[in-house]
């Protein structure tokens, strides 16, 4: 097939949104397809270094990158939020318009909108006619109202939000068509396939939105001895929505008799408050806080802690959840969205999300639950470990073109799969040095 990729993030040098728009060029060229990527300047730090690693694969061969930035006015507007989201549908449109002429020249067989991985800010690449796979996508979540105690600045990160969401959901022709284009919607948790659904879309399936990174595929399980103090494990970007506050309160309510600690590993927005949150549960002797960390700190951080313990209110499904279950780390979280969806009940502990008291007392209780039960932690951490190694970006592919091949398309790999070379990459001009996106934050 001849496939072109809408891939707004896009850098093998990151995770989340950036790593997964990359993933899915390379992985499609891996098997055999011809290629064509577009994406913004800021993927220009990873993707050629990249390449030039891998340039003996014929998959470097087959992969043709686009750097495309928005007007200068544009981008001069991306220094504050509302720029960000005017940034991603300017290059959209423009995205769609360089589209458009390719298409013309090379009469694409297959689109894939990869990221954003924003089911209401929509694609334009409906528009080519050509069959269409959207997602994955989610952000139909909400934080639970009931639980705004735990979300600083409610009405900024939420109500403001949520009503963006309406307007776009409801006004937006662009979206609608798109979802009603689409040959096919990957939706990132159930409230988003059900939004997909209400404005049209086709074939909905559920899809994870985060592949297992290289770097957490360990060869064999990771055993762990019992130890006298229980290692609790928290990490993620200190927005709002990751809700620390709540995982503190329930952490005040564990039995006295049970000896833990919690490691923090993380920055954001709200760091000055951190310190603060630990004095107000009184945990000043049993919480560590210490912030951003390398990646490599972070993996060997779960390999040495014996459970991952996240209450995050608003997220289509933490990439965190993923690499913790790939160290073994049983965990315990909140029954809803993307966790309540993709995390295999045999690996965690999920507790009900109806009102904050009752979540944070099963919080409580789920704690206690793993130190009493030593043998059942570790039969936690190994289910979560076998979900986790089947959720490799081949093993994903295979599902998507599997789905596509259900669907009539015709996904048999070009007749030249064994050619090598890897092609120049086209660059669009750019007024100013790129950001990093950071629309999905």
Same mark, same amino acid.
């Given at each position: 097939m001849k496939v072109l990729v809408s891939a707004y993030a896009c850098n093998p040098a990151q995770g989340g949104e950036c790593g997964n728009g990359f993933h899915w060029t390379w992985e499609m060229a891996k098997r055999g397809h011809e290629v064509w990527c577009l994406t913004t300047p800021y993927g220009e730090t990873g993707i050629p270094p990249f390449l030039a690693r891998h340039a003996d694969e014929p998959a470097a061969g087959r992969v043709h990158f686009t750097y495309m930035e928005a007007p200068a006015w544009v981008q001069f507007l991306y220094r504050w939020q509302f720029g960000v989201y005017l940034h991603y549908m300017v290059w959209q449109y423009k995205a769609w318009r360089l589209a458009r002429q390719l298409d013309q020249a090379v009469d694409f067989d297959l689109v894939h909108h990869a990221t954003y991985s924003s089911l209401k800010m929509g694609s334009w690449m409906w528009r080519l006619g050509k069959p269409l796979v959207y997602g994955p996508v989610g952000g139909a979540q909400k934080a639970p109202i009931a639980f705004r105690r735990y979300l600083p600045d409610w009405f900024r990160t939420e109500t403001l939000r949520s009503a963006f969401t309406w307007v776009l959901t409801t006004f937006d022709v662009n979206l609608h068509q798109n979802l009603r284009r689409a040959t096919l919607v990957l939706a990132s948790n159930d409230e988003s396939a059900d939004l997909a659904r209400r404005l049209g879309a086709q074939r909905v399936e559920l899809f994870l939105d985060t592949g297992l990174p290289e770097a957490f595929q360990a060869a064999q399980f990771p055993e762990r001895t019992a130890q006298p103090v229980l290692r609790l494990l928290w990490v993620g970007r200190l927005f709002p929505n990751k809700a620390l506050p709540l995982? *503190?309160?329930?952490?005040?309510?564990?039995?006295?008799?049970?000896? &833990?600690?919690?490691?923090?590993?993380?920055?954001?927005?709200?760091?000055? *408050?951190?310190?603060?949150?630990?004095?107000? !549960?009184?945990?000043?002797?049993?919480? $560590?806080? %210490?912030? /951003?960390?390398?990646?490599?700190?972070?993996?060997?951080?779960?390999?040495?802690?014996?459970? &991952? *313990?996240?209450? /995050?209110?608003?997220? /289509?499904?933490?990439?965190?959840?993923?690499?913790?279950?790939?160290?073994?780390?049983?965990?315990? $979280? *909140?029954?809803?969205?993307?966790?309540? $969806?993709?995390?295999?009940?045999?690996?965690?502990?999920?507790?009900?999300?109806?009102?904050?008291?009752?979540? $944070?007392?099963?919080?409580? %209780?789920?704690?206690?639950?793993? !130190?009493?039960?030593?043998?059942? %932690?570790?039969?936690?951490? %190994?289910?979560?470990y076998d979900f986790a190694m089947r959720q490799t970006w081949p093993n994903r592919m295979d599902r998507l073109l599997t789905m596509l091949g259900e669907l009539g398309l015709d996904t048999t790999a070009a007749a030249d799969p064994g050619r090598a070379g890897q092609s120049a990459p086209v660059r669009q001009p750019q007024p100013s040095a790129p950001a990093e996106p950071v629309l999905a934050r």
């Open positions: 995982v *503190l309160d329930a952490l005040s309510q564990v039995d006295q008799r049970v000896p &833990f600690h919690l490691t923090v590993l993380g920055d954001g927005p709200m760091r000055h *408050l951190v310190p603060g949150w630990i004095e107000q !549960y009184g945990l000043q002797d049993r919480v $560590t806080w %210490r912030g /951003s960390v390398p990646w490599t700190e972070v993996h060997a951080a779960m390999l040495s802690h014996d459970v &991952f *313990l996240f209450g /995050s209110l608003r997220d /289509s499904f933490a990439s965190q959840f993923m690499e913790a279950m790939a160290t073994g780390l049983p965990i315990i $979280t *909140l029954n809803h969205q993307g966790a309540r $969806t993709f995390i295999p009940n045999a690996a965690a502990i999920k507790v009900p999300v109806d009102q904050p008291e009752v979540a $944070t007392a099963a919080m409580a %209780r789920a704690v206690e639950y793993v !130190y009493d039960h030593p043998a059942e %932690r570790l039969a936690m951490g %190994r289910a979560g």
